[in-house]
Nanobody, 116 residues
Framework: QVQLVESGGGLVQPGGSLRLSCAAS????????MDWYRQAPEKEREFVAR????????YYADSVRGRFTISRDNTKNTVYLQMNSLKPEDTAVYYC?????????WGKGTLVTVSS
């Protein structure tokens, strides 16, 4: 079993920055690909970013590429999402996700609100 706990959300003005964290417990996720997703009010959950186990490859949604950076610290079993130049349309609950074997694991999410 893996538990994922997101943190770092909050209220930020447009153009501001936040760093989200996803701490994994229960077992190491160092060999797992880790994703961030988000869900805005009344919208479908959407993919945001992905990082492979050795941090060798990252992927981003077109809407965040160049503004968001995903990274990980396998010694801390933690994945990060640095979000810069935030826009009101980035407002959403952000979720951490991984799949180990055939089991999907989701965190409960952290709310990011971008508003003046």
């Amino acid at each position: 079993q893996v538990q994922l706990v997101e943190s770092g959300g909050g209220l930020v003005q447009p153009g501001g920055s936040l760093r989200l964290s996803c701490a994994a417990s229960g077992r190491s996720v160092s060999i797992a690909t880790m994703d961030w997703y988000r869900q805005a009010p009344e919208k479908e959950r959407e993919f945001v970013a992905r990082i492979t186990s050795a941090s060798t490859t990252t992927y981003y949604a077109d809407s965040v590429r160049g503004r968001f950076t995903i990274s990980r610290d396998n010694t801390k079993n933690t994945v990060y999402l640095q979000m810069n130049s935030l826009k009101p349309e980035d407002t959403a609950v952000y979720y951490c996700y991984t799949q180990i074997g055939v089991t999907n694991y989701w965190g409960k999410g952290t709310l990011v609100t971008v508003s003046s």
